[in-house]
């Protein structure tokens, strides 16, 4: 079955670490994002991605970043600059930007110990 | 930039009560989507609306886009348990770069 997968599905870091979260679609999708999600709240765009080898920031990119060598794939690393990283990270597809739904992965919890 | 608020925040019925979330826009959008995510789940597309004034059904489940293009509705008739979650709306911005900006959601809580 088509899907987007995230793993790990919870992760737990210390502080002053940098932590890379996975997202991987067999979809065929051309556009891919991420999403921050915190208790009680909606989903804040981190990045996206139009098409591989393509990536623009979203409305909250300070302290993340990203890379899309592959089509498939559209990894989010957290970096130590990220003041407060703990939420649910959720990666999201789409066939393309402009008008389609988008397919959501079931999400990375991440904890700052 | 352009928010997208939802009201109510929360809302609590009782099964078989009516619930209705409104979407606002403060800019004109070219298209609107709604989601779900059920507690602890991720979330699930639902429907998009295109034009002004659509209206679309699913089962219980009506869909309302304004004519100024620049609100929706959800509203749910005789809820279930199963209709227990948040409920967002997702809106595209005319000509403003095509990507989403999610609403604020409304938790549904039904009882029995």
Redesign the interface.
């Known amino acids: 079955d088509g899907g987007i997968t995230q793993s790990p599905k919870y992760l737990f870091r210390k502080e002053g670490q940098n932590v890379t979260l996975s997202c991987e679609q067999n979809l065929n999708h051309d556009a891919m994002y991420w999403y921050r999600q915190d208790p009680g709240q909606g989903l804040r765009l981190i990045y996206y991605s139009q098409i591989v080898n393509d990536f623009q920031k979203g409305d909250i990119a300070e302290g993340y970043s990203v890379s899309r060598e592959k089509k498939e794939s559209f990894p989010l690393t957290v970096t130590s600059a990220q003041k407060n990283p703990t939420a649910f990270y959720l990666c999201a597809s789409s066939i393309d930007i402009q008008t389609s739904g988008y397919t959501f992965g079931s999400g990375t919890r991440l904890t700052v110990v | ?1 352009q928010q997208v608020m939802q009201i109510p925040q929360y809302q609590h019925v009782q099964e078989g009560e009516d619930f209705t979330t409104y979407c606002n826009s403060s800019t004109t959008l070219s ?1 609107i ?1 709604w ?1 779900k995510q059920r507690p602890g ?5 639902l429907i ?1 609306l295109v034009k002004s004034g659509e209206v679309k059904k699913q089962k219980r489940l009506t869909f309302q886009f304004g004519e100024a293009k620049k609100n929706s509705s959800l509203h749910i008739t005789a809820t279930q348990t199963t209709d227990v979650g948040t409920y ?1 709306c ?1 809106g ?1 911005v005319t000509g403003g770069g ?8 409304t ?1 549904l809580k039904v009882e029995l």
């Open positions: 930039g298209n989507q989601y789940g991720h979330p699930v597309f998009q967002f997702a595209r095509n990507k989403l900006t999610f609403g604020t959601g938790q």
